[in-house]
């Protein structure tokens, strides 16, 4: 049974930092791709970040050079870094595991970024 797990969201002021961890489990994690996704409410669920299993990253615009993606595959987690947090980017983050035609997602973690 495939599981992937986030954790790390909460409350942060604007300009904080937060880490988002997504641990998985039921797949050969170092041969799957990983990603993170966003959905904030009343809007659609929007690509943030994406890390291969041989390690190239892709970032949406909008969190380019605050946001960093990385995985390390003996814990079989992904995490999520992301500095210089805007209000805009509240929203509810997703893991997502893809490979071949298969993909996962996990349960989501809330992020808030408020003053």
């Known amino acids: 049974q495939v599981q992937l797990v986030e954790s790390g969201g909460g409350l942060v002021q604007p300009g904080g930092s937060l880490r988002l961890s997504c641990a998985a489990s039921g797949i050969i994690f170092s041969i799957t791709n990983m990603g993170w996704y966003r959905q904030a409410p009343g809007k659609q669920r929007e690509f943030v970040a994406r890390?291969?299993?041989?390690?190239?990253?892709r970032y949406a615009d909008s969190v380019k050079s605050r946001f960093t993606i990385s995985r390390d595959n003996a814990k079989k987690t992904v995490y999520l870094q992301m500095n210089s947090l805007k209000p805009e980017d509240t929203a509810v983050y997703y893991c997502?595991?893809?490979?071949?035609?298969?993909?996962?997602w996990g349960q989501g973690t809330q992020v808030t970024v408020s003053s």
């Open positions: 997502k595991g893809d490979r071949l035609n298969s993909e996962y």
């Open positions: 890390i291969t299993s041989g390690g190239s990253t």
